[in-house]
């Protein structure tokens, strides 16, 4: 047996050496201004690529794992998939007019897209490369804008306007299997941020005034994200651990009332209060990496900036495309993403290496039982 043991530690070594370990996952930077998508490796924080897609591509979601990148584009009425080991784009979709949110569903087999001017959601087989259902928001709803998906998958949430009074806006709940609407809750000047939490207990969503949270058990409004001010708040993310809210408000013009215009607001769940804010040039897309340390932002000057989640500063800063938007969960989240040591990315010699050596293990294993009886 001891043998076997030195043969398997030896394996583990070789196996180390050969293949190598899965890369830290991709941040998906869409920028609407240069057409093309800035792909950076969060463990060095570099542009790695940059993949040239449609016409102001705009919102973006990965698929579990990191394996795909879905991005809206929103000028051409298409959505670009790009894959995440050549980084390059491997499909065009046609979907609907103005294109905007996108968002994938957690078995990775589906990803849904909303139609800003087609007042409608695509729904995309992942497989297929194909659109395989379309679901009007008429006459309930207009402009669908932003979208997130359980995390169980049976649910659909969906920023939208109302067709009247002007401005207001519903948080649409569609049933996953059947694509029909379960729920309407009324929400006060919605933008197309929206986030959901681990649990799938809570939606966040951004807009005028603060935005808003959603308690999906419940199927209602239960507050305002950032209630001490009227931030106009464009996008929003959670930490994986679902303690801390990020929310983006990006001023339209002029000088902006401090503290929180210009800036990303920082919330804790539990109290529901600020714990701080982190001014930035026109602050657009958010989101967090699995282990909760950073926060990327997409801003202005056609930078992407890394915040430190302890010590709440900004550590790095990230040339990228112009203008970038990055509108959507451009990093892949903690619970779906393969850990180093789960999924290793084996070469060529490296699988010639293995299959050697479980025939000598195999051949081994054999004679010891036969030894023993």
Do not use: Q
């Not at 995440?84 to 078995?107: C, M, N, Q, W």
């Not at 989101?287 to 950073?294: E, Y």
Request: hydrophobic content about 45%; aromatic content about 6%.
């Amino acid at each position: 047996m001891s043998s076997l043991l030195r043969i398997l530690g030896t394996l583990g070594a070789g196996l180390a050496i050969a293949c190598g370990v899965r890369a830290a996952p991709f941040a998906f930077i869409t920028n609407c201004g240069s057409n093309d998508v800035s792909v950076i490796d969060i463990a060095t924080d570099r542009v790695v690529a940059t993949v040239p897609v449609g016409a102001c591509p705009y919102g973006v979601a990965v698929s579990p794992g990191g394996a795909h990148a879905y991005v809206t584009n929103r000028d051409d009425a298409s959505l670009s998939v790009i894959d995440g080991t050549t980084l390059r784009e491997s499909a065009r979709i046609p979907v609907g007019t103005r294109p905007t949110g996108v968002a994938v569903d957690p078995s990775g087999r589906r990803v849904y897209v909303a139609n800003l001017w087609s007042d409608s959601i695509s729904v995309i087989d992942t497989a297929a490369h194909a659109v395989v259902a379309t679901v009007s928001v008429a006459p309930v709803a207009r402009y669908p804008a932003g979208l997130v998906v359980h995390p169980d998958g049976s649910r659909l949430y969906v920023v939208a306007d109302m067709v009247t009074p002007s401005f207001a806006g519903w948080i649409l709940v569609l049933d996953a299997r059947s694509l029909g609407i379960v729920a309407s809750i009324a929400v006060g000047y919605p933008d197309a941020g929206i986030a959901i939490d681990a649990s799938g207990a809570r939606v966040y969503v951004s807009g005028l005034y603060g935005g808003s949270i959603i308690d999906t058990a419940a199927n209602r409004a239960i507050g305002t994200l950032v209630p001490t001010t009227g931030a106009p708040l464009v996008a929003v993310a959670v930490d994986p651990a679902g303690t801390t809210v990020y929310a983006s408000a990006a001023y339209p013009g002029g000088p902006p009332p401090p503290p929180l215009f210009n800036a990303v607001t920082i919330v804790n769940v539990a109290s529901g209060a600020v714990a701080g804010s982190i001014p930035f040039d026109s602050p657009r897309g958010l989101a967090v990496n699995p282990s909760g340390t950073r926060v990327y932002v997409a801003h202005g000057a056609n930078t992407v900036s890394v915040i430190d989640t302890a010590t709440r500063t900004v550590v790095r800063t990230i040339a990228v495309g112009t203008w970038p938007v990055a509108l959507g969960p451009f990093i892949p989240p903690a619970a779906l993403e393969p850990r180093v040591a789960d999924i290793p990315t084996l070469s060529p010699a490296a699988l010639i290496a293995l299959a050697i050596v479980a025939t000598i293990v195999g051949a081994r294993s054999l004679r010891w039982r036969r030894e023993d009886t």
